[in-house]
């Protein structure tokens, strides 16, 4: 599955990239390709494009503040979470991510 | 991006320690840890590193979450990028302002000197951090028994990460 994911975090800095690390190991190890964003004090770094977003079967937000640029994921379904979810259990984020979007899907 | 600075490149032989006891809170480790930084000349004043290290403390917490945490400290006291190394043999409690510390008994302490543009201070951080994801890496970091084990396993990780 082609997944795009946006990781921030409130205060500890290296959160955001602990958890954009555990969502491109747990992605995979699933077997899924995975592009990620880091927000933070350098910006939007790894930057998605729109198109990376519009093409994306699965949009993760793993933020614990407002996410930048908001406006390219309009009319995406969007799975958010904090960024110690995404770091404590990013395998299951992203298998309970997908069973979401099916079951709004459905 | 600017020039990338490896995690194995400022862990000196003696700025690390594998066999801590008897720490029971951050502040006797990060005493420790600040005295091997100033033994080995990364630093110029324990006292004003030690300052660093509390004004960042105060910002938002440094635990990362299983048995790691990584206090770091910006300052014109430290004469060049340094990291620090400790392995306790009994955990103790982390505490943080907000109450959302942990068990800790694996502690990275950075060194950073205030030249230091605060991109590179961030992707020094950065690095460090999505090493601590890979769970081998945690595994080797209780199981190396000497600096060179502890470089090597730093280095295997980091190639991951390329």
Redesign the interface.
């Known amino acids: 599955m082609k997944i795009v994911a946006v990781t921030s975090c409130a205060t500890g800095i290296a959160h955001s990239y602990m958890a954009a690390e555990a969502l491109k190991k747990a992605a995979k190890e699933l077997g899924d390709v995975i592009k990620i964003e880091v927000q933070g004090a350098l910006g939007l770094e790894n930057k998605l494009s729109s198109r990376d977003i519009q093409e994306a079967e699965l949009v993760i937000w793993a933020v614990d503040v407002g996410v930048r640029e908001k406006e390219r994921f309009k009319g995406k379904i969007i799975v958010q979470l904090g960024p110690n979810e995404a770091i404590r259990n990013a395998k299951k984020v992203i298998i309970e991510a997908k069973n979401k979007l099916d079951n709004d899907q459905s | 991006m600017a020039n990338q600075l490896s995690i194995s490149d400022v862990i000196l032989p003696n700025t690390i320690d594998l066999d801590v006891t008897g720490v029971q809170n951050k502040d006797e480790i990060f005493q420790h840890m600040v005295k091997m930084l100033y033994r080995a000349d990364v630093i110029g004043s324990e006292r004003e590193f030690l300052k660093a290290i509390y004004e960042r403390e105060a910002?938002?917490?440094?635990y990362?979450?299983d048995l790691i945490a990584?206090p770091h400290g910006k300052s014109d006291t430290v004469k060049r990028t340094g990291i620090a190394f400790c392995r306790c043999n009994e955990s103790f409690y982390y505490s943080t302002k907000d109450g959302d510390g942990g068990d800790t008994s694996l502690v990275f302490m950075l060194a950073i000197p205030d030249q230091m543009s605060?991109?590179d201070y961030?992707?020094i951080?950065?690095?460090?951090?999505?090493l601590?994801?890979?769970p081998d890496f945690i595994s080797d970091l209780n199981r190396v028994k000497s600096y060179s084990h502890l470089i090597d396993a730093i280095k295997d990780c980091e190639r991951l990460?390329e």
């Open positions: 910002l938002g917490p440094t990362m979450g990584i605060a991109d961030i992707r951080l950065a690095k460090l951090a999505r601590l994801v890979y990460l």
